[in-house]
């Protein structure tokens, strides 16, 4: 009996004894390195270039967006007014073109060769009158006075004749080739203000450049819209990937193209396989300091993204993302 109480005592003794070595040596055994990261999405904000009102906000938070849809509307008294004066300008400076490209009316040049004929007239008539006077003037009926001021007279219609007959002219030829390309030009400037007040009353309609799902609405109907404020944001998942902090130590883990594993406790706690794609340092407040002495350095800490490597069903911006190193 004594024999068998001793046995026990003996395999009580060698059990505690085991499991307390086993214990020490668990202990003592290198712990496994916990990273965490969280999942970050592609983010957009939609904006105008058009200041005004906030009309109407068509989506609301939660919404899933297509390419092309419309997002919100912008009410924009003032640049409805912009546009009919660029408008009015636009007109003016098109009908200056087409004068000088048509040239003078009918009338007008009737009305300058009257003139010129009446010029004409005048200038043959003063012709005849000076021959009369020369002659009476070589038989000594009149003196030398009186045939210079009939010359000097026959002179100034000779003038009149040939100003009249170039209005006569320019009247038939119509504007000067650099001033229809002067007209022209303004045109075309009229024309180009046009369409750029038409591009901006265009973008007071504003439609959603990617597909997504609305994050955030910022203003809404009957709130003021500064230029480029954004208005609504856009979250892509379909284009998400992890960001993890790593310590310069554990970098050589995580180069470019590396494929590990990760966990991700919001989706039951699956696996899921990620691929590094971006890999940074830090900026010097994210240094990670040693505790341990004999490594005689500061470390860095890496910003490093990945990217998984097969869409993830239920996947969430600001889930986390959890990396069990050995």
């Known amino acids: 009996m004594r024999a068998i109480q001793s046995m026990l005592l003996i395999l009580v003794a060698a059990a505690v004894t085991g499991y307390l070595c086993y214990g020490f040596w668990k202990a003592y055994q290198p712990q496994p390195t916990i990273i965490q990261g969280q999942i970050e999405a592609q983010q957009y904000n939609i904006s105008s270039k058009v200041a005004g009102r906030i009309d109407t906000v068509t989506v609301k938070k939660g919404d899933q967006v297509t390419k092309g849809q419309l997002i919100f509307s912008i009410y924009s008294p003032e640049l409805e007014a912009k546009l009919a004066q660029a408008k009015a300008g636009q007109d003016a400076a098109e009908a200056l073109a087409q004068e000088a490209r048509t040239g003078a009316r009918s009338q007008e040049i009737s009305a300058a060769k009257d003139k010129w004929q009446q010029a004409k007239a005048a200038s043959e008539l003063l012709e005849k009158t000076y021959q009369r006077i020369e002659n009476l003037y070589k038989d000594g009926v009149i003196p030398e006075q009186k045939r210079d001021e009939v010359y000097t007279e026959l002179q100034a219609a000779r003038y009149t004749a040939n100003a009249a007959f170039q209005l006569y ?158």
């Open 169 to 326: 002219q320019m009247a038939e030829e119509g504007a000067r080739k650099e001033t229809k390309e002067a007209a022209e030009g303004k045109a075309r400037m009229a024309a180009g203000a046009v369409a750029e007040v038409e591009a901006f009353a265009a973008d007071t309609q504003i439609t959603s450049w990617h597909s997504g799902e609305v994050s955030q609405v910022l203003l809404h109907d009957g709130e003021l819209a500064p230029q480029g404020f954004p208005v609504v944001t856009l979250l892509d998942m379909k284009d998400s990937w992890a960001v993890f902090n790593i310590r310069e130590d554990l970098l050589s883990d995580f180069s470019m193209g590396t494929k590990f594993k990760a966990v991700i406790p919001a989706l039951n706690n699956s696996e899921f396989e990620f691929t590094v794609t971006y890999v940074s340092v830090m900026g010097d407040f994210a240094t990670w300091r040693a505790t341990n002495t004999s490594k005689g350095f500061d470390m860095r800490t890496f910003e490093v993204e990945a990217r998984p490597v097969k869409p993830i069903e239920g996947l969430r911006e600001g889930m986390s993302v959890v990396i069990n190193l050995p």
